[in-house]
């Protein structure tokens, strides 16, 4: 079993920046994938980023975060992060920390924990 849970969200100006934590506990292999998801007022559930534990390898869903969003983790703490700069308003969601095991980190199936979900808000 793994626990994820997630702080740091609120809510910022655009142009603003936050910092999103996921502390983890529970069976570290079940847990070598990490990845933040996000889901938009109205819309469905997306991926933003996701790591590779092991080796702390990145990937980015989508171009439109690329370069304002930024994966990494603390091992000692068990922590993963998503540092959030330059927010637009589209980028307005309840962002989830999630985990899986396995390899194919940047595939969006197969991650079965979930945190409780966090509420950005970017305002114009």
């Known amino acids: 079993q793994v626990q994820l849970v997630e702080s740091g969200g609120g809510s910022v100006q655009a142009g603003g920046s936050l910092r999103l934590s996921c502390t983890a506990s529970?069976?570290?292999?079940?847990?070598?994938?990490m990845g933040w998801f996000r889901q938009p007022p109205g819309k469905e559930r997306e991926g933003v980023a996701y790591?590779?534990?092991?080796?702390?390898?990145?990937?980015y869903a989508d171009s439109a975060v690329k370069g304002r969003f930024t994966i990494s983790q603390n091992n000692a703490k068990n922590t993963v992060y998503l540092q959030m700069n330059s927010l637009k308003p589209e980028d307005t969601a309840v962002y989830y920390c999630a985990a899986k095991a396995g390899y194919g980190c940047y595939s969006e199936s197969g991650y079965n924990y979930w945190g409780q979900g966090t509420q950005v808000t970017v305002s114009s």
């Open positions: 790591i590779y534990t092991g080796a702390g390898i990145t990937y």
């Open positions: 529970g069976n570290t292999y079940s847990r070598n994938c």
